[in-house]
């Protein structure tokens, strides 16, 4: 078998032999608007991060957004696992609250830990009595673990899985299930072209090798969560998506390149390359503005924002359009031109290194074997 680096580089010319109109082709589909006042969404994780970035984007959409998380006005003090991030900024979900209703929508705070059993049941049950409806429930919401993410799995306590499969799965589970029951009569009672949507934020780690063992595990199974409901769901016209932002530039990860530790954590990983929290809240407004035999078709898949990005013709806040983690113009800066420079003893040509086309790797590709740099092969 090849080695990744040189089939990777294989499908480099490949695809730039390809005629330059085809390679310039995108999706067809339209970008699909809605009136969004009456509808409804819940959002978990909201105080910061990729679910801060979804509340506001669904605000902007004019949607009435309840936002969730530990982080608030009302406590004095940091919820316990959380990153550093400035000084200066103020994540919590009374702000986010506020920026939702100054784009637009209505944003309504709650500030909550969804760790206890129980939370998320009553907060769901409150917000459909006031409102007699939910449309888009979001589960963004995660608990950073105690220690490096990176490690060998027998060298990780339990903590590692609690943190990462608490709130990022177990917590996931019991929102969905306190959800489905009034998405349902949403469905049923209230006409509208758009179907409900359970939206579970997840990462390419559902696909391939990312960090460690549990956290791996964590992501494929709500990748397989949102499958799995999506089959029960259809019958009762709900939809479902796990959706797969990129390399996020979250507050806490800019805070890190400050701090001079990006770089060791994330592998050299390019930040400023990266996408904002809003980009993944644009792709879900698209989503949950689909029609209702559109969506459905769509139903349970994973959805990659950046891919998504090329098929409704969207742009990041600084008007860029990232590639996709599985696009060759992601992976081959980010892992394999130095690794042939080095193994070659001169550079990849300039010619090669920009026009590296946004072609995406099958999936199967994609999740065949081990990361590039564990790859021996």
Request: aromatic share 6%; hydrophobic share 40%; with cysteine.
């Amino acid at each position: 078998m090849l080695p990744l680096q040189t089939l990777l580089l294989s499908l480099v010319l490949v695809a730039l032999s390809i005629d330059a109109f085809s390679m310039r082709m995108t999706s067809s589909s339209p970008t699909i608007t809605t009136t969004n006042k009456s509808r409804v969404a819940i959002v978990t994780g909201a105080s910061r991060g990729i679910g801060r970035g979804i509340a506001v984007e669904l605000g902007n959409a004019g949607y009435t957004v309840y936002a969730l998380g530990r982080s608030s006005r009302v406590s004095s003090s940091s919820p316990d696992g959380q990153r550093r991030v400035a000084d200066d900024l103020e994540l919590t979900v009374e702000s986010a609250a506020e920026e939702i209703t100054k784009r637009g929508g209505q944003g309504h705070a709650i500030p909550c830990d969804l760790s206890k059993d129980g939370v998320i049941e009553e907060i769901i049950e409150r917000i459909v009595k006031e409102q007699e409806r939910l449309d888009v429930m979001v589960c963004s919401a995660y608990t950073t673990p105690p220690d490096n993410l990176r490690g060998e799995f027998w060298n990780q306590g339990l903590d590692m899985w609690d943190a990462v499969n608490g709130v990022g799965l177990r917590q996931v589970y019991a929102a969905c299930r306190a959800a489905a029951p009034h998405m349902i009569e949403t469905a049923k009672n209230i006409p509208q072209k758009q179907p409900p949507l359970m939206c579970l934020v997840s990462s390419f780690g559902g696909k391939s090798y990312t960090f460690n063992v549990a956290y791996g595990v964590g992501k494929a199974a709500i990748d397989r969560l949102s499958t799995d409901m999506s089959y029960q769901l259809a019958k009762y016209g709900v939809a479902t998506t796990a959706l797969y932002p990129g390399l996020v530039k979250t507050e806490a990860n800019l805070q890190m390149v400050e701090d001079g530790t990006w770089d060791e954590a994330s592998g050299n990983l390019d930040l400023s390359q990266g996408e904002s929290p809003e980009f993944s809240g644009r792709a879900l407004v698209q989503l949950a503005s689909l029609d209702k035999e559109t969506m459905m078709e769509r139903s349970g898949n994973v959805e990659v924002v950046a891919e998504m990005a090329k098929e409704f013709d969207f742009y990041d806040l600084d008007g860029r359009r990232p590639a996709s983690i599985r696009s060759l113009q992601y992976l081959l800066p980010n892992f394999v031109f130095a690794q042939i420079e080095k193994e070659a003893g001169k550079p990849v040509p300039d010619w090669i290194k920009n026009n590296v086309p946004d072609v995406l790797l099958p999936w199967s590709t994609f999740s065949s074997g081990p990361p590039p740099e564990m790859d021996s092969r």
